[in-house]
């Protein structure tokens, strides 16, 4: 079984920014392509940013692109996603997700192992 846990969500003023990370266990995670998702109260999850196993290849939402980097270090068996210029519209509860194939992937469905998620307020 595979488990992911994010940590460092918070509250943060409109401009600032946050380091969120995941940690994952279970196998091997470095032949895995891994998510960062985000859902608002009321809203569906969307998704953010994805990687591929090697690290080599990421792809960003519109709404992230230039704001937001991934990345990942498998020997720690953790993702980060740095955000930065960070918008009223980012707050949500963050979600780590991971594959079962080395290839990133834009849709929840395509994800086989999800953490808790972790909070994100930005302020006005």
């Known amino acids: 079984q595979v488990q992911l846990v994010e940590s460092g969500g918070g509250l943060v003023q409109a401009g600032g920014s946050l380091r969120l990370s995941c940690a994952a266990s279970?196998?091997?995670?470095?032949?895995?392509?891994m998510g960062w998702f985000r859902q608002a109260p009321g809203k569906e999850r969307e998704f953010v940013v994805a990687?591929?196993?090697?690290?080599?290849?990421?792809y960003y939402a519109d709404s992230v692109k230039g704001r937001f980097t991934i990345s990942r270090d498998n020997a720690k068996n953790t993702v980060y996603l740095q955000m930065n210029s960070l918008k009223p519209a980012d707050t949500a509860v963050y979600y780590c997700a991971e594959r079962n194939t080395a290839r990133l992937a834009t849709r929840t469905y395509e994800y086989d192992y999800w953490g808790p998620g972790t909070q994100v307020t930005v302020s006005s």
């Open positions: 990687i591929n196993w090697r690290g080599s290849i990421t």
């Open positions: 279970g196998r091997t995670f470095s032949s895995y392509a």
